[in-house]
């Protein structure tokens, strides 16, 4: 059975690098025999804002689109996101995406008496294509690269992802057209591989 691949564009244009490194992506992992959908979090027509968290009872509705986006996640086998690091983290549009499709019932579920919940989207795999304007030196040495951490273990890891692979496309600002063409290679056998 092919594979399923649902991309996830976080930047907030499509005209952006970032959507270029999702092409590459989507152009050779279907060349490899997979299913490819994409999401582009633009294009969604929803409230970014989680008003009052996750109260029992008072469960913000979710509009159709976060529903679609919803039923993309459980149908794919592997999610790849791509998104622009601004100010440490990811663009809020992408992150008020996460913070209202990521909901209890959805991507986990806590048991009174148990410190931990259930990871609900488990047996899915996860790629990060994060660019940024930060050398990725000084990224990995001084910033310690703590938004991966954060992306492993407190979001996409505590709903059940795993493995979750990050590549790191920096910086975009100096770069040549020849470096953002070796790039988009890699993120092409990135593709073939399905990682």
């Known amino acids: 059975m092919a594979k ?12 952006s690098f970032c959507n270029a490194l999702l092409d590459a992506y989507r152009k050779a992992a279907q060349s490899a025999g997979t ?23 008072e469960a913000m509705q979710l509009e159709e689109d976060l529903v679609a986006a919803q039923e993309l996640i459980q149908w794919a086998d592997h999610v790849v996101m791509a998104y622009p690091n601004w100010w440490g983290f990811m663009p809020a549009l992408a992150k008020g995406f996460i913070d209202r499709i990521f ?8 048991h009174s008496g148990k410190i931990f919940p259930d990871k609900l989207l488990k047996g899915k795999s996860l790629r990060l294509l994060v660019t940024m ?34 590549s790191t496309f920096g ?15 890699k993120v092409e ?3 073939k591989q399905f990682k």
């Not at 399923?4 to 005209?15: A, M, T, V, Y």
């Not at 909901?103 to 806590?110: I, M, N």
């Open 171 to 185: 910086f975009i600002r100096k770069s040549t057209e020849k470096l953002r063409n070796t790039w988009l290679k």
């Open 189 to 191: 056998q990135l593709g």
């Open 103 to 110: 909901l209890p019932g959805f991507a986990f579920k806590h």
């Open 133 to 166: 304007d930060t050398p990725k030196w000084w990224f990995y040495l001084i910033y310690r690269a703590s938004q991966y951490q954060i992306m492993k273990d407190i979001v996409f890891g505590y709903v059940g992802f795993n493995p979750i692979r990050f």
């Open 35 to 57: 299913i490819c959908k994409t999401i582009y979090i633009s294009r969604l027509k929803f409230d970014v804002n989680l008003a009052d968290g996750y109260k029992t009872g």
């Open 4 to 15: 399923k691949i649902l991309l996830i564009l976080g930047h907030p244009s499509e005209n």
